[in-house]
């Protein structure tokens, strides 16, 4: 019980903390995910030894996965309220074109990188290219929310990063199964499994139950509104609700309960006619940190120093190439594909905000548990913790030069119009 309360105390300490300071830390290059993290190892058994994650539980996977998909539950509820209500439908074209022409080849680039530097054959090597292909939410969403971001980013930017980061966690499932049963099924097997319980049940179902919910959510809160059957309505505590509802009900029936959260939150967007979800935004991202931070300790905790070790040079060279040209290039060749990207500056943004985070620690403790890989949790741990240092790092001084770069562009076509 004493490692309970030091744990309750650290996370209860970490999310006052960075609230109290949220506006000195946008002034230096740091995020609120590598924060946590540093905590993380900070209490680990590498450093001060007051808290080891690896007796919580008899399965680390296990622990790993569970807390990834409730933390995944709340941030991609987040994001669905987050966007414009109508963003999905007016935008459907350049996401289509990040989910099914981007996310393919960001999945190709880190396969061929860990194929070519870590030497694995291509089924392993297309198992943690998976695992590093999706653009997690919680990270981007501390790129993209708060006044800093708001004020210098334009919305197009911030929205379009949000749909991607929402859409392609559950969507990779199908990339990060074709190695998982690559490495555990005969040829045929596997892709009967595939098509069947992959496509149809986990995603189509997923789809389909999280749009039934979603729907109905925001009718019956309609019609509680309207009919008085209410007292003063809180989207926060329904909009929970219906994560958890759709997170749980998807997984009893065989569905991704990441897929089914999501499709639940646009759904109950487009729906509802609730007047309180910008009054609510703010209550939102903080609820937001209690859930989604604990996630980055848990990581911090967990991190595999000595399977690092075995990697050697290897390991440092693939998370640095993959970090590299995992998005970027692909961005700036489907530049023109995807419409909020209107200048370089744009491609250059979004193509180098693609954070690692939860989503990948999710996929990597799946793909750990189901093949005992031993790459996919060290390799996937060292790009997700790269990740989180240096993306959380840069945010900051890119933005900023974004903004510098943003004003002197229309600072231009004012002169060019006088």
Known sequence: ????????????????????????????????????????????????????????????????????????????MGVALRLPRMWMRDHWRPLSVALLLLMPLMWFASSLLVRLVLGLEWPAALLIGAILTPTDPVVASSIVTGPFAKKTLPGRLRHMLSAES???????????????????????????????STLLREVGLGIVLGAA?????ARALTWATEHDEMEVPSLLAFTVALAIVALGGAKLLGGSGVIAVFVAGIAFSMASRSQDRHEEERIQESFNLFFTLPAFVLLGLLLPWHEWMALGWRGVLVVALVLLLRRLPAVLLLRRALSPLRATRDALWYGWFGPLGVSAMLYAALAHERTH??????????????SVVVHGMTSGPFTRWYGRRDAEADEEGEREKE
């Open 213 to 217: 919910l979603g729907y109905v959510a």
């Open 373 to 386: 890989l031993a790459e996919a949790w060290s390799a996937g741990t060292l790009a997700i913790a790269a």
């Open 1 to 76: 019980m004493k490692e309970l309360d030091i744990a309750l105390v650290a996370v209860g300490l970490l999310v006052l903390g960075t609230g109290l300071l949220s506006r000195p830390m946008e002034r230096f290059p740091i995020s609120k995910p590598l924060v946590a993290l540093a905590l993380g190892v900070a209490l680990s058994p590498v450093a001060l030894r007051l808290l080891d994650a690896a007796e919580w539980h008899p399965s680390r996977d296990t622990l790993v996965h569970e807390t990834g998909r409730l933390t995944l539950a709340i941030a991609l």
């Open 166 to 196: 929402g859409a392609n966690d559950g969507l990779v499932l199908p990339l990060v199964m074709i190695g998982i049963l690559a490495l555990t099924k005969p040829a045929g097997e596997a892709v009967h499994e595939w098509l069947v």
